[in-house]
C-alpha cells in the first residue's frame, strides 16, 4: 500500500541527496511500515479524510518517525519535511497558473474555492470553518479546526504542518494577477485559526 503513496515515492531521492544511498534505504524500511500502522490506526475514520491522511498526513508522519529513529535531529527532519513539501507545492502551481489563463476564468475563482472548501476541507473530513462569505468578488472563512494539525499533534510532531500551511501560499499565491491570496495566520503557525481570503483585485 505505502509504495503507492506518491509523496513516498517522490521523496526517496530528496532524501537519497541529503543522506545518501544507504540512509535513504533504512529511513524507508521504517518509514513504509510505520505509514501502513498509521493507516490501520486509523480504519475507521471516513473515506472523506482519506485524501488529507492517506496521501499528505500519514506518508509526512511515517518519515518524520523513521528519520528521527535512524537518528536526525527533531529540527532537521521537520526542516527538510517542509521544504519538500514545498518542493511538491511547487509543482502545483504552474498548472494552477495555466489553468487561470483561460479567459475570464478568474472571476469566478471565490466562488470556485468556497465551493471546493465545504466538499473536500468540511467536517465531513474532520476540519471545521467559521465566518464564512462568498461573493463574486470574494471568498473568506476562518478553519478553526485541521485534521492536518489535529492528527499531527497526536502523533508527536507538530512541527511538520507549516509545510502543508507553506504549501498552500506556494500553490495560491500567484495564480492571476487580478487574484489576491490573502490569508495571514495559520494553526501551523500557533494562531487561532487560517484566515483564508481570496479575493478579486479592483481594476
Not at 85 to 96: F, H, K, S, T
Not at 102 to 117: D, E
Amino acid at each position: 500500500m505505502a509504495k503507492r503513496v506518491r509523496y513516498l515515492v517522490q521523496i526517496v531521492p530528496h532524501l537519497e541527496e541529503r543522506y545518501g544511498s544507504e540512509k535513504t534505504q533504512s529511513i524507508m524500511n521504517k518509514a513504509l511500515p510505520r505509514y501502513d500502522e498509521l493507516v490501520e490506526e486509523n480504519g475507521d475514520e471516513p473515506k472523506a479524510c482519506h485524501m488529507h491522511t492517506h496521501e499528505r498526513i500519514y506518508p509526512a508522519i511515517a518519515v518524520f518517525d523513521a528519520m528521527i529513529s535512524e537518528g536526525t535531529g527533531r529540527e532537521e527532519a521537520a526542516d527538510f519535511l517542509v521544504k519538500y513539501y514545498a518542493w511538491r507545492a511547487g509543482g502545483m502551481a504552474p498548472m494552477i497558473k495555466a489553468l487561470f489563463k483561460i479567459p475570464g476564468l478568474y472571476r469566478i475563482a471565490p466562488r470556485v474555492f468556497y465551493s471546493m472548501t465545504k466538499k473536500s476541507f468540511g467536517p465531513q473530513a474532520g476540519f471545521a470553518s467559521k465566518n464564512g462569505y462568498v461573493s463574486g468578488n470574494e471568498m473568506r472563512f476562518d478553519m478553526v479546526k485541521c485534521p492536518y494539525m489535529d492528527k499531527c499533534v497526536h502523533y508527536g510532531c507538530p512541527e511538520i504542518v507549516r509545510g502543508f500551511c507553506d504549501a498552500d501560499d506556494v500553490c495560491y499565491g500567484g495564480m492571476h494577477p487580478k487574484l489576491s491570496w490573502e490569508r495571514t495566520k495559520t494553526l501551523g503557525y500557533g494562531a487561532d485559526c487560517c484566515d483564508f481570503k481570496i479575493r478579486i483585485k479592483e481594476s
